[in-house]
Nanobody
Framework: QVQLVESGGGLVQAGGSLRLSCAAS????????MGWYRQAPGKQRDMVGV???????NYADSVKGRFTISRDNAKNTVYLQMNSLKPEDTAVYYC???????????WGKGTLVTVSS
């Protein structure tokens, strides 16, 4: 079992930046996909950005050009750089790790991001 711990959330004004980190208790190199998801109050959890072991990325349309996901396998950490933040980015952000072999799907407990107008 690998534990995922998110950090870096907080309160920021619109137009500001934050960098979220997801630290894994074990190696992340075996996970096919690492990703960030978010859930606003009263809404479903949605994909924000994902990155494969090969470095390919995919983003939600709402964050393209503003958010960047990256992974550092040596540090067992995944990052989400968030720029030009908007109030609608306010949500709890969750880290996710998927390994196809064995059907592994891990979630962190989340970190709250609040963007004030």
């Amino acid at each position: 079992q690998v534990q995922l711990v998110e950090s870096g959330g907080g309160l920021v004004q619109a137009g500001g930046s934050l960098r979220l980190s997801c630290a894994a208790s074990g190696s992340i190199s075996s996970f096919n996909i690492m990703g960030w998801y978010r859930q606003a109050p009263g809404k479903q959890r949605d994909m924000v950005g994902v990155i494969t072991t090969g470095g390919s990325t995919n983003y939600a349309d709402s964050v393209k050009g503003r958010f960047t996901i990256s992974r550092d396998n040596a540090k067992n950490t995944v990052y989400l750089q968030m720029n030009s933040l908007k109030p609608e980015d306010t949500a709890v952000y969750y880290c996710n790790a998927v390994r196809y072999w064995g059907g592994i799907n891990y979630w962190g407990k989340g970190t709250l991001v609040t963007v004030s107008s």
